[in-house]
């Protein structure tokens, strides 16, 4: 089947301008997960969904940054005024839930490049 | 907060050598440990896991233990190979999202 799938793969923009990322999870998955991966640093956790309930937004680094996910499925990461910091890797994951023995799939990632 | 700490690289290893990457963890309680892959090109995939003390993760010749007692979940293999070139990811799951390392990239030559 289908993995999880990120959009655009790579993504160039000027410094203020807002981006819009997206993440299609594997079907039936009720759990999102959305990392960023900095140059040279490991992933860090920025937000998940789990089916209906309020996401958990405490990873996010700004206000400048949202998400919004329709019942299970579809995710959108939103970076508005974008600055040069948050250049990297954007990856989304799935679960079939939010307990630690659910394995994530990840996937391939949306490379950020603010200029 | 939960930390993951894994040892810093590259490692360049000659094929069938043997490998070990240390990892350890902090935390207020007992996390899930993992280990993840990212090969050249793709994406980040699971290796293995353990959701226990004493749980032994294994796969594709890889396994890692997990070790209460010295909070650490190190990765082994005893002979490495080229197709094993990667950036591996020691990862915590205590809540709800993984903590992870910065990564340890290998380079294993023929």
């Known amino acids: 089947g289908a993995g999880v799938s990120q959009s655009p793969s790579n993504k160039v923009t000027e410094k203020g301008k807002d981006v819009e990322l997206r993440c299609d999870p594997i079907s039936g998955h009720t759990a999102l997960y959305w990392y960023r991966q900095r140059l040279g640093q490991g992933l860090e956790f920025l937000i998940y969904?789990?089916?209906?309930?309020?996401?958990?937004k405490s990873g996010l680094p700004s206000d400048r940054f949202s998400a919004e996910r329709t019942g299970e499925s579809v995710s959108t990461l939103t970076i508005q005024r974008t600055q040069q910091e948050d250049s990297a890797v954007y990856l989304c994951?799935?679960?079939?839930?939010?307990?630690?023995?659910?394995?994530?799939?990840f996937g391939p990632g949306t490379r950020l490049t603010v200029t | 907060g939960d930390s993951v700490t894994q040892m810093e690289g590259p490692v360049t290893l000659s094929e069938e050598a043997f490998l070990t990457i240390n990892c350890t963890y902090t935390?207020?309680?007992?996390?899930?440990l993992f280990w993840y892959v990212q090969y050249p090109g793709e994406g980040l995939q699971l290796l293995l896991k353990a959701t226990k003390a004493d749980d032994k993760g294994s796969n594709k010749g890889f396994e890692a233990t997990y070790r209460k007692e010295t909070t650490s979940f190190h990765l082994e293999k005893g002979s490495v190979q080229v197709s094993d070139s990667a950036v591996y990811f020691c990862a915590g799951q205590a809540g709800t999202a993984l903590i992870f390392g910065k990564g340890t990239t290998l380079s294993v030559s023929s």
């Open positions: 969904f789990q089916g209906n309930s309020a996401p958990d």
């Open positions: 994951a799935s679960s079939r839930g939010l307990a630690a023995t659910y394995e994530q799939y």
């Open positions: 935390a207020t309680g007992y996390p899930s």
